[in-house]
């Protein structure tokens, strides 16, 4: 019984040290950013952040780390890009795409969870691409709050689009090589 114990104090501690990495990850990849002068929405290293550690981490873990990650940073750690945290960012014009993060993480998972190989071979760019759909299914109705829907598009898709593809690539790649690399 004593083992039975240790056994799973020891999976509680492997789960929350990869949890608390994926958040340290987030908060590192929103650390790279391009700030547009036209748009309240910066080109960040987020979406590559999430897609990574949403394909990578077991699907419960994904969806922890990211909202620890949104809820930490609305706390007012200063875990979003420019170190920024607080509620302002949450409220404020990005907002949405903080919480399609989540989301994101969330249908990679449930994905995962039904299809357990699908986020190996190629099917994980669909799957990868449906994550990125997540994010701006709830960033450009949010953005649209701020911008009106006349300008969310040019404001907050369009230009989004090479970079997006980009860490959607990079994050693709990331994931195939560790997959070969571990097994």
Same mark, same amino acid.
């Given at each position: 019984?004593?083992?039975?114990?240790?056994?799973?104090?020891?999976?509680?501690?492997?789960? $929350?040290?990869?949890? !608390?990495?994926?958040?340290?990850?987030?908060? !590192?990849?929103?650390?790279?950013?391009?700030?547009?002068?036209?748009?309240?929405?910066?080109?960040?290293?987020?979406?590559?952040?999430?897609?990574?550690?949403?394909?990578?981490?077991?699907?419960?873990?994904?969806?922890?780390?990211?909202?620890?990650?949104?809820?930490? $940073?609305?706390?007012? !750690?200063?875990?979003?890009?420019?170190?920024?945290?607080?509620?302002?960012?949450?409220?404020?014009?990005? $907002? %949405?795409?903080?919480? %399609?993060?989540?989301?994101?993480?969330?249908?990679?998972?449930?994905?995962?969870?039904?299809?357990?190989?699908?986020?190996? $071979?190629?099917?994980?760019?669909?799957?990868?691409? !449906?994550?990125?759909?997540?994010?701006?299914?709830?960033?450009?109705?949010?953005?649209?709050?701020?911008?009106?829907?006349?300008?969310?598009?040019?404001?907050?898709?369009?230009?989004?689009?090479? %970079?997006?593809?980009?860490?959607?690539?990079?994050?693709?790649?990331?994931?195939?090589?560790?997959?070969?690399?571990?097994?």
């Amino acid at each position: 019984m004593e083992s039975l114990h240790a056994l799973v104090q020891a999976r509680l501690r492997a789960r $929350g040290v990869r949890v !608390l990495l994926a958040v340290f990850g987030l908060a !590192l990849a929103a650390q790279v950013r391009v700030v547009l002068p036209f748009t309240p929405v910066p080109i960040t290293g987020q979406t590559f952040g999430v897609l990574l550690a949403a394909a990578l981490l077991p699907p419960g873990e994904a969806v922890m780390a990211t909202a620890l990650y949104v809820l930490a $940073g609305t706390l007012g !750690l200063p875990v979003f890009t420019g170190f920024g945290g607080g509620w302002s960012y949450l409220l404020g014009p990005t $907002g %949405g795409y903080l919480l %399609g993060f989540i989301a994101a993480a969330g249908l990679l998972a449930a994905v995962r969870s039904r299809w357990p190989q699908a986020l190996r $071979g190629w099917r994980l760019w669909p799957a990868l691409a !449906l994550g990125n759909l997540a994010i701006y299914a709830l960033g450009l109705p949010w953005l649209a709050v701020f911008v009106g829907w006349e300008r969310v598009l040019a404001l907050g898709f369009l230009p989004f689009l090479p %970079g997006d593809l980009l860490k959607l690539l990079l994050a693709g790649l990331t994931v195939q090589a560790l997959q070969r690399w571990h097994g």
